[in-house]
């Protein structure tokens, strides 16, 4: 039996120039105004879809590689995620919006504040994207940049101090009773005196607690200490992982163990698997870009390696493509997890940089497995095969460019549709994580249907669909 699968977008190059480099980009639109967001944001949601979350990176990186980040515009320039939400709740009713934030770049008290603000402002559809990236250290303070397990070990403080902050209200402080004409009981609200290794700040904090439930917190990390993370303290874990089912189930335990080992329950976490699918209109057109994907050349090697410098901070165009990788050229900050997605499981010490990009370059068929190109059916497939695996839900991943979602949202609609009433995942709580509602109304369960024709628009199938690079 395939479970519910959850669905979210990942507006993957965040709040920035979609469409850049893209052949469709050629459309009336502004990026740094807030009508195509808005318009997407109402589409995802009659498309059934449970929230969006906007990637961000509040910096251009380090000096030596600012301009392939913004070169053709990979890694910048980025308008701030937080700053859109308000506009993307207003346009929509029940899609959660979870912008991406920096520990670094929010002292707790601040945070806690706006956060709480926007979740009363959304009526409960806020969550938080929490990343770890140091490339940015310089832009806040003088103090050397974290190292990478350094960064989570602050990330944790600051969420938790977060939370404090947001529970320093107890029951019973706010009364708004007109007919006493007492609005708040200062004596229930608590000091929080937080005295930590990166932050220290008092409470209670000056906003009103929350009537149903914190904001959602997901995260992305991959490596041992970004799972351990997620455990401890997300709703919602971005996983990317190859989609067979040893792989899909073994993330999914080491997920559920480091929750268990953080004292919260398997079901408290729902883990997601970022997919992004080129859909055309036959399986005949998807053995034709596979093929014509096999050996790129090195124009377009060198676009991959493009891609990869911005989001490496470390300029791969330089390398020479036929030698190995050496690992020493990337510093300590750089994330693992994206050292691993470059590098796969081939010996780095013998590999030439050119395997490895030629691997990223390379397509595969959603039908063997092999990759993300196919039919709307083959991957109708796919999703219900995650559901027999056990799996909570996918994220697909795009940018909000106009071309990209009438694409997506087209070849869903025909494969999709809501099947059972939604079912409450487990709100079980332990002493140490007090009862807090983890279901907003946003998360509601949507099933693909594996055996329903999909439509694919034309565009599709003429090549626009295809975005390996985005
Ligand atoms: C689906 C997904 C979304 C991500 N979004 C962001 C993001 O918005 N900002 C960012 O700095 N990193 C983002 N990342 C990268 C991860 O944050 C990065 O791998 C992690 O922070 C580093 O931790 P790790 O070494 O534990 O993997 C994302 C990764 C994935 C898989």
Known sequence: MSRLQHF???LARGFGPHGWGHPYLDWDYDWTRPDLYQQSARELEQAGFDFVLIEDAPSLGSERTIDLRVRHAFGGPKHDPLLLAPYLFQATRTLGVIPTVNPAAYLPYTAARQFATLQHLSGHRLGLNVVTD????????????????????????????IRALWQSWDD?????????????????MRAVRHR???????GPLNALPFPSGEPVIASPGGSGRGLGFAGANSDIQLALAPLHEKSVREYRARIHDAAVAAGRAPSDIRIMFAIQPVLVSSAEEADRLVAASAAPDDATLVQVARKQSSDLETDLTALDLDAPLDLAVFGDHVSHGSIRRLTGDR???????????????????????????????EFADLVEELGEWGNDGILLWGDLHPVTLHRTRRARAGAASPRHPAARPDRRRTARHPPRVLT???????RVRAHVRAH???????????????
């Open 8 to 10: 979210g977008w990942f």
């Open 134 to 161: 140091t490339g940015s250290a310089r832009h806040f303070s003088d103090a050397p940049p974290l190292g990478h397990d350094a960064a989570y070990d602050r990330a944790e403080e600051w969420l938790s101090g």
């Open 172 to 188: 019973g402080a706010l009364a708004a009773d007109p007919a006493s004409g007492v609005y708040a009981d200062g004596s229930r």
């Open 196 to 202: 930590g290794g990166h932050f220290a700040f008092d």
């Open 347 to 377: 010996d780095v010490a013998t590999t030439p940089l050119r395997v490895h990009l030629t691997a990223l370059a390379k397509l595969g068929r959603i039908s063997d497995r092999t990759g993300f190109v196919g039919t709307a059916e």
């Open 440 to 446: 907003p109304p946003w998360w509601r369960r949507v």
């Open 456 to 470: 694919v628009t034309q565009r599709a199938a003429s090549g626009c669909g295809r975005q390996p690079f985005v």
